[in-house]
């Protein structure tokens, strides 16, 4: 029999509607939802877990770092197939890629969520979570990292992004596709993903990295505060190729008094960071700065590698990313 681990942490998935018909986060816990699959008691061998009850926001990458070493710990056993973890949505994209950072498994562990409660119409709790377990146990799901099972597709916790806030069809992939599907309770996959390093979180502290979006005319006050904060890590979201307004660039100029580490990424959907451009406030004039090109990694996803990173002393932080 498949043994597979649900771990649930709370979100719409597991909520329920007040008298107002607002939900609450994390109030049904994972054997009530779990029951509601329709699986085969004969067929799969159901363990769950119920580590947080909380809205997806509230879990925070100290957090995110439990759940990971709980799943590192639990894929040793030999009678597992793979794991589920059940997660609000809003921040579902950024623990999915901290768990592929961080866990060194073949088996499958897949992040489920839902767009809607169980007591919704149309609720996509039942599907989301039927075809993330049969996705746990199917043998071709061997070797994908860490991924999202979403809508019956299969998502790469790389590139995985919420599209929309509030339709069913709530995450993509945009520009890379997706993996595969699960159709009739049967998994149907195209591609696997490139490996990424795994970076260790065992016996480690986390340092706070924080981001900050630019626009046309940024005064670069916001950066001044962060840099005086001596602050561990700052993501900068530019725009096209990684540029930044002209006031930036010279409060940057400062940044060699200070320890923090400075990424790049872009705004754009796709793309890559380049230091194509040569005027003040361009990436090739942020790198003339010490800054990092983050590659094609959105704001969120250079966040949690760049905590990864700096918490184990990495210097070479450029071969990351």
């Known amino acids: 029999m498949k043994k597979v681990l649900v771990i649930s942490t709370g979100g719409t998935i597991a909520s329920e509607k007040t008298a107002d018909g607002k939900l609450t986060s994390g109030t049904l816990n994972g054997e009530q939802i779990v029951s509601l699959c329709g699986l085969s008691k004969d067929e799969f061998n159901i363990e769950i877990i119920e580590l947080f009850n909380l809205p997806s926001m509230h879990i925070d990458i100290h957090k995110m770092?439990?759940?990971?070493?709980?799943?590192?710990?639990?894929?040793?056993?030999?009678?597992?197939?793979?794991?589920?973890?059940?997660?609000?949505?809003?921040?579902?994209?950024?623990?999915?890629?901290?768990?592929?950072?961080?866990?060194?498994?073949?088996?499958?562990?897949?992040?489920?969520?839902?767009?809607?409660?169980?007591?919704?119409?149309?609720?996509?709790?039942?599907?989301?979570?039927?075809n993330s377990i049969i996705c746990a146990t199917d043998s071709n799901m061997q070797n994908t990292g860490v991924t999202v099972v979403f809508n019956e597709r299969i998502y790469s916790a790389r590139y995985i992004k919420k599209i929309h806030s509030s339709n069913l069809q709530g995450f993509d992939s945009l520009g890379r596709g997706y993996l595969g599907i699960v159709d009739n309770d049967t998994v149907y996959l195209y591609q696997k993903p490139i490996k990424e390093k795994v970076i260790n979180i065992k016996n480690v502290s986390i340092p706070y990295v924080d981001i900050v979006k630019t626009f046309a005319g940024q005064n670069g006050m916001l950066f001044e505060f962060l840099l005086g904060k001596d602050i561990d890590g700052i993501i900068i979201e530019g725009s096209g190729r990684g540029q930044v307004a002209a006031d930036i660039s010279e409060i940057l100029d400062k940044k060699l008094n200070y320890k923090t580490k400075i990424v790049i990424t872009t705004s754009t959907t796709e793309g890559r960071v380049y230091p194509t451009y040569d005027y003040k406030g361009s990436a090739n004039d942020l790198l003339s700065k010490d800054c990092i090109m983050g590659g094609d990694l959105d704001s969120k996803k250079a966040r949690i590698k760049l905590a990864l990173l700096l918490a184990n002393g990495i210097e070479d932080l450029e071969l990351y990313f």
């Open 65 to 130: 770092q439990e759940l990971s070493l709980l799943i590192s710990e639990k894929l040793e056993d030999e009678n597992v197939s793979g794991i589920v973890i059940t997660h609000g949505t809003d921040s579902l994209e950024e623990t999915s890629y901290f768990l592929n950072l961080t866990i060194d498994s073949d088996k499958p562990v897949i992040v489920t969520g839902s767009q809607r409660s169980l007591s919704d119409v149309g609720s996509d709790v039942y599907s989301n979570l039927r």
